[in-house]
Each structure stands twice: as C-alpha cells, then as structure tokens.
C-alpha cells in the first residue's frame, strides 16, 4: 500500500505563492507517475501536474508557466511550487501516485492524498 502526506497548502492573497509537499511511504523509484488534481467547489477534479519516475513532466492548461511540479528522490517527495496564483486556483489539491508494483484489485494502482486547502483570496 502506498501512502500520500501531503502539506503546505493555505491561504495566499491573488498573485502569491506557495509550495505543496507530497511525502511518499515507499520508495519513490518504486511509483511510476506521481502528480496533483485539484477540485474546485462544484467541479470536477482536474489534471494540475504529472511527473514520471523517468522526470517526463505534464501540466494541465490553466496552471502552464506559473505551477513546477518535482521531486526528490532522496525523500521521497514530490513538489507542486505555485506562482501568480489567482482565485480560480482555489480548492483542494490531492496528491496522486500511480504505481503498478503496489496494484491489487481493491486499488488498481492508483493511490490518493488526503488533501490540502489553497485559497487565493483578497
């Protein structure tokens, strides 16, 4: 099984910054995607960020030359450092490893954060 611990979120006024932590249970090697959705109040969750274990990386339209997703291999942990934030960037950011070495039937591989709170607000 695969744990997700995230941190960092909080509230930024309109054109701050902050950074989100994603701290793995197992090795980091061992997860072949790892990433950041995010869900806004009555929306869907949607694509903020992927990055491979071999560092391909992929960001939803929205968020392209403000958000860098990265990671560090020696603990485990994946980034989200988020720039010129507005208040559209609002909502829950979930942390999301993909990992067919820990797949079974009950989690088809896919394992989620609980979640961290950004608000861009004035």
């Known amino acids: 099984q695969v744990q997700l611990v995230e941190s960092g979120g909080g509230l930024v006024q309109p054109g701050g910054s902050l950074r989100l932590s994603c701290a793995t249970s197992?090795?980091?090697?061992?997860?072949?995607?790892m990433g950041w959705y995010r869900q806004a109040p009555g929306k869907e969750r949607e694509l903020v960020a992927t990055?491979?274990?071999?560092?391909?990386?992929n960001y939803g339209n929205s968020v392209k030359g403000r958000f860098t997703i990265s990671k560090d291999n020696a603990k485990n942990t994946v980034f989200l450092q988020m720039n010129s934030l507005n208040p559209e960037d609002t909502g829950i950011y979930y942390c999301?490893?993909?990992?067919?070495?820990?797949?079974?039937?009950?989690?088809?591989?896919?394992?989620w954060g609980q979640g961290a709170r950004v608000t861009a607000s004035a």
């Open positions: 990055i491979t274990r071999a560092n391909n990386i």
């Open positions: 197992v090795n980091i090697f061992d997860i072949n995607q």
């Open positions: 999301n490893a993909r990992s067919a070495l820990y797949e079974s039937a009950s989690n088809g591989g896919t394992f």
